[in-house]
Nanobody, 120 residues
Framework: VQLQASGGGLVQTGGSLRLSCAAS????????MGWFRQAPDKEREFVAT????????RYADPVKGRFTISRDNAKNTAYLQMNSLKAEDTAVYFC??????????????WGQGTLVTVSS
């Protein structure tokens, strides 16, 4: 599975961005999709994950109520809608996929990162 993340950019505090993660090489409809982020000089951290059907989602506490993960299996794409962005959300965001539910960094498949910069 190859994953391609996109949608990052520069946004002001309080603004919104939507990240996309396009999967190729196989159907992603049976995979759990996740988003992680890594800020400068920090470890990569879990942001959100979604089950294959989209019925189950899980979020890290810092983004609950502001970020929404979703997916469109017909398009083999997962999304991360980010609202009310804060300076501390600045990071490189990575998408990941696996056959099982995880909130750890041990996902099997990873995409390249997309940079999100929130200016105050």
């Amino acid at each position: 599975v190859q994953l391609q993340a996109s949608g990052g950019g520069l946004v002001q505090t309080g603004g919104s961005l939507r990240l996309s993660c396009a999967a190729s090489g196989r159907s992603s409809s049976s995979l759990y999709m996740g988003w992680f982020r890594q800020a400068p000089d920090k470890e990569r951290e879990f942001v959100a994950t979604i089950s294959p059907s989209g019925a189950i989602t899980r979020y890290a506490d810092p983004v609950k109520g502001r970020f929404t993960i979703s997916r469109d299996n017909a398009k083999n794409t997962a999304y991360l809608q980010m609202n009310s962005l804060k300076a501390e959300d600045t990071a490189v965001y990575f998408c990941a996929a696996d056959l099982v539910f995880k909130v750890s960094r041990s996902y099997v498949y990873w995409g390249q990162g997309t940079l999100v910069t929130v200016s105050s």
